[in-house]
Nanobody
Framework: QVQFVQSGGGLVQPGGSQRLSCAAAGYTLDYYAIGWFRQAPGKEREAVAC????????YYADSGKGRFTISRDNTKNTAYLQMNNLKPEDTAVYYCAADLHGLGTRCRVADYEYWGPGSQVTVSS
């Protein structure tokens, strides 16, 4: 099945930036919607941003709107999440996910069937 290798994350100062990558191992992501989700301790997993498989239309949760950018490079079979002006409340484990069934543009956890291992992002002084 679809498996992901995630890179990026770690400790960053408030106001700093991070770029997360999600690469598919052995599968093409051309026909999958891609989502980025995050989960902080004691909280439910929530959407951050999603991007469609065809026209690369995007959805952003209010939490990251104006600060985060989702993109994909199908030639590299990789999706990205650029996070700027990070805040302490952005601290969470960030997961990439893929949906083949066409509902991924709703950017809901339940619509995504393949998940990456997650990357810890900690925003702190």
């Amino acid at each position: 099945q679809v498996q992901f290798v995630q890179s990026g994350g770690g400790l960053v100062q408030p106001g700093g930036s991070q770029r997360l990558s999600c690469a598919a191992a052995g599968y093409t992501l051309d026909y999958y919607a891609i989502g980025w989700f995050r989960q902080a301790p004691g909280k439910e997993r929530e959407a951050v941003a999603c991007i469609s498989s065809s026209d690369s239309s995007t959805y952003y949760a209010d939490s990251g709107k104006g600060r985060f950018t989702i993109s994909r490079d199908n030639t590299k079979n990789t999706a990205y999440l650029q996070m700027n002006n990070l805040k302490p409340e952005d601290t969470a484990v960030y997961y990439c996910a893929a949906d083949l069934h066409g509902l991924g543009t709703r950017c809901r956890v339940a619509d995504y069937e393949y998940w990456g291992p997650g990357s810890q992002v900690t925003v702190s002084s």
